[in-house]
T-cell receptor
Framework: AQSVTQLDSQVPVFEEAPVELRCNYS??????LFWYVQYPNQGLQLLLK??????LVKGINGFEAEFNKSQTSFHLRKPSVHISDTAEYFC????????????FGTGTRLLVSP | GAGVSQSPSNKVTEKGKDVELRCDPI?????LYWYRQSLGQGLEFLIY????????KSGLPSDRFSAERTGGSVSTLTIQRTQQEDSAVYLC???????????????FGNGTRLTVT
């Protein structure tokens, strides 16, 4: 079975500072990896995904993530955060089963302050 | 509508009552998913529909939970004899046809917050 670990439940950061949200996964087979964001009182929205190819994936709102197979990680980064990036971020994996049965991490709350 | 619509947005019910949660997917999306978001369990997969059939319902926690989809569109998640541990936010998501694989992202609704008292 697959699992996802997001060790940081909350990450406080000042505006315009860089940020990294950590995600590690466990799987005995190849997986697809995703980051979703949930803004307050809104539904989940896809930030970016890794399916194959280049291990550095760029997403919306200036976020990027790097797939590291040897470390089984898929950390999310942004070089300069904005107040509006305050949200809950979820890392997720799925097998290549043909549909998106996602296994989510417990989420990391990013708190950006002025 | 432009997005996935779920109703009601909030539901408070007494323990032992039945509840129905509704999901209207984005028009043309053949794949539909139900997930549950709770404090103790995080985000969990419940069931997946392709058209009106459910190839994977392995995430339904008990036989009190059931779901159906009609006309390849609207889906209803029913919880019978609700228990306090059923309290959670129930999320619905839809995506384009399966053949497009993972290039078709999941579009989530805002969820139904269920509170069982």
């Amino acid at each position: 079975a697959q699992s996802v670990t997001q060790l940081d439940s909350q990450v406080p950061v000042f505006e315009e500072a860089p940020v990294e949200l950590r995600c590690n996964y466990s799987s005995s087979v190849s997986v697809y990896l995703f980051w979703y964001v949930q803004y307050p009182n809104q539904g989940l929205q896809l930030l970016l995904k890794y399916l194959s190819g280049s291990t550095l994936v760029k997403g919306i709102n200036g976020f990027e993530a790097e797939f590291n197979k040897s470390q089984t990680s898929f950390h999310l980064r942004k070089p300069s955060v904005h107040i509006s990036d305050t949200a809950e971020y979820f890392c997720a994996v799925t097998l290549n089963t043909g549909f998106q049965k996602l296994v989510f991490g417990t989420g990391t709350r990013l708190l950006v302050s002025p | 509508g432009a997005g996935v619509s779920q109703s009601p947005s909030n539901k408070v019910t007494e323990k032992g009552k039945d509840v129905e949660l509704r999901c209207d997917p984005i028009s043309g999306h053949t794949a539909l998913y139900w997930y549950r978001q709770s404090l103790g369990q995080g985000l969990e997969f419940l069931i997946y529909f392709q058209g009106n059939s459910a190839p994977d319902k392995s995430g339904l926690p008990s036989d009190r939970f059931s779901a159906e989809r009609t006309g390849g569109s609207v889906s209803t998640l029913t919880i019978q004899r609700t228990q306090q541990e059923d309290s959670a936010v129930y999320l619905c998501a839809s995506s384009l046809e399966l053949s497009r694989g993972y290039n078709s992202p999941l579009h989530f609704g805002n969820g139904t917050r269920l509170t069982v008292t």
